[in-house]
């Protein structure tokens, strides 16, 4: 097996790296960067703590082979701020509508709903329920999510 | 996970010429959304040791209007599919099929063409595409060809293709003026429900409501994935009666058995392959 040079930009920086190309992204991304707001659950694409953001879409880290990332653009929860370093609204309003308990769903939760907002502002609540759909959640039921992003929904229309 | 050495194809030549060279020890990835499974599980054969990435060929990705014609590449993502208005207006039975799949994050990887390779009998693209009566363009080496969906396949998870053959481009032609489409599927959260079953189907009345056209799939029914002719004909030429979607339904569920064998799991089916085909037929065809 062949190492490879992997380079991506992560949360705006660039690494390069030589590793294994039998690693996945989300490995990289908590070993060797250290991004470690990326969580694991069940490593086979169906609840969604691993998601990131890749080129600007919502994807499973654990189904990305690093060797594929090469040349992306990875946004991490760890890559989400505010202005001025203060927390970004979807954050706020996960505090405000207590939707965090365990909080290991949330780090990919917070990013499939900050694709949704990216693309679409003033989302339909079948919208965010769609966008989150890939994202299980074992303790809060959901409510508290949905109403969380509508709340950030408004946040991020306030401050434009 | 396993071990291998990894290339990423610069383009679809530098692809099609690594895969002849590896002579079958190169495997494919696009969306890794099944093959990764495959790793993880250490199910890549023994012969295999190359993976080769072509998520990045921006040649495989497109959706064309030729005409009549609608040419989509391998690499197209389910996410771009259930995005297109192209194919919304020429063949909303594949929109609607790739809009179902998985979810957000599953769709914004996963591929066309991934999912006809792997051919699981569930696979949502392959009835829609059936109904569709799609054209496969492949190439291995130097040479393409051509093969018509409903002959590629040979069981479940098995294609009559190639190790070192790309899937370049799944065409079909647009449906009629007035043809209607549908497909549908038992919605699936719990991951524990692995008998999913889905149904693709096109339907065209003339204005007595005389059916011109009629086709119909279903996928995780019959060992091969195929259209269900005999239930077709109950209706070409004629006026639909209501009893007949619960008949044609009935059609399909004798030759699932005929072709699958009785199984444990026939008793679950039979009653659903039923009712999915009636409420399917239900909602394309105008009866009397
Ligand atoms: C959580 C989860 C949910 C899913 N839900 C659904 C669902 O609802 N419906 C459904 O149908 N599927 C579903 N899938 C399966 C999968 O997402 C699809 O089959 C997908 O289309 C596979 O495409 P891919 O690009 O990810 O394939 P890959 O995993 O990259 O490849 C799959 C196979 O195809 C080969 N291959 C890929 N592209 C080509 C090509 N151009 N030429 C030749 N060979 C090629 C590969 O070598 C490999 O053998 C799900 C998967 C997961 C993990
Ligand atoms: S860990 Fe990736 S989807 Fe569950
Ligand atoms: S808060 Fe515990 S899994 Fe969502």
């Known amino acids: 097996m062949k190492k490879i040079r992997v380079s991506l930009r992560v949360n705006g920086r660039i690494f390069t790296l030589e590793t294994d190309p039998n690693r996945r992204l989300i490995d990289v991304l908590r070993e060797d960067l250290n991004f470690t707001g990326v969580k694991e659950g069940c490593g086979i694409g169906e609840c969604g703590a691993c998601t990131v953001l890749m080129n600007g879409k919502p994807v499973n880290s654990c189904l990305v082979l690093i060797g594929q990332a090469e040349g ?43 694709a949704l907002l990216q693309n679409n502002p003033h989302p339909t609540e079948d919208l965010i329920k769609e966008a989150i759909s890939g994202n299980l959640c074992r303790c809060t039921g959901y409510r508290q999510i949905i109403d969380a992003v509508k709340i950030a929904s408004k946040k991020i229309a306030r401050k434009e | 996970m396993q071990e291998f050495d990894f290339v990423k194809a610069k383009s679809l030549d530098h692809a099609c010429t690594m ?39 921006g040649e495989l990705a497109y959706i064309r209007e030729e005409g009549e014609l609608i040419r989509i590449g391998a690499g197209t993502t389910h996410a771009e599919l259930a995005l297109s208005s192209i194919l919304w207006e020429a063949a909303p039975v594949l929109s609607m099929a790739a809009k179902s799949i998985g979810s957000p994050q599953i ?54 293709a190639a190790e070192d053959e790309l899937l370049l481009e799944i065409s079909f032609r647009r449906l009629r003026d007035g043809a209607k489409s549908l497909f549908d599927k038992l919605t699936r959260r719990n991951a524990l429900a692995k008998a999913r079953m889905n149904i693709a189907v096109i339907a065209l009345q003339d204005k007595n409501k005389v059916v011109k056209d ?21 209706f070409l030429g004629k006026v639909p009666r209501r009893e007949d979607f619960l008949k044609a339904g009935q059609i399909i569920s004798s030759e699932m058995v ?29 009866a009397e």
């Open chain 1, 72 to 114: 992306s653009e990875v946004v991490t929860i760890e890559g989400l701020k505010g202005k001025n370093g203060e927390l970004h609204p979807l954050q706020e309003a996960f505090i405000e509508a207590g939707a965090v308990q365990c909080g290991y769903c949330i780090p990919g939760m917070i990013l499939s709903a900050e």
């Open chain 2, 19 to 57: 895969l002849a060279g590896k002579r079958g020890r190169a495997k494919v990835i696009a969306g890794g959304t099944d093959l990764m499974i495959g790793l993880r599980n250490h199910r890549l054969s023994e012969e295999v040791d190359t993976i080769m990435d072509i998520s990045g060929v």
């Open chain 2, 107 to 160: 769709r914004n990887r996963g591929t066309i063409g991934g999912n006809i390779i792997t051919s699981a009998p569930c696979a949502d693209t392959v009835p829609a595409l059936l109904v569709l009566d799609a054209a496969l363009l492949l190439r291995r080496g130097e040479s393409v060809r051509q093969v018509q969906i409903a002959d590629f396949f040979e069981g479940p998870y098995r294609v009559k």
């Open chain 2, 214 to 234: 009629l086709r119909i799939s279903l996928g995780s029914t019959t060992p091969i994935p195929c259209r269900f002719t005999d239930a077709e004909r109950l």
């Open chain 2, 258 to 286: 005929e072709k699958s064998g009785y199984r444990w799991s026939t008793d679950y089916k039979k009653p659903v392959v039923e009712a999915l085909t009636a409420a399917a037929l239900k909602r394309v065809l105008k």
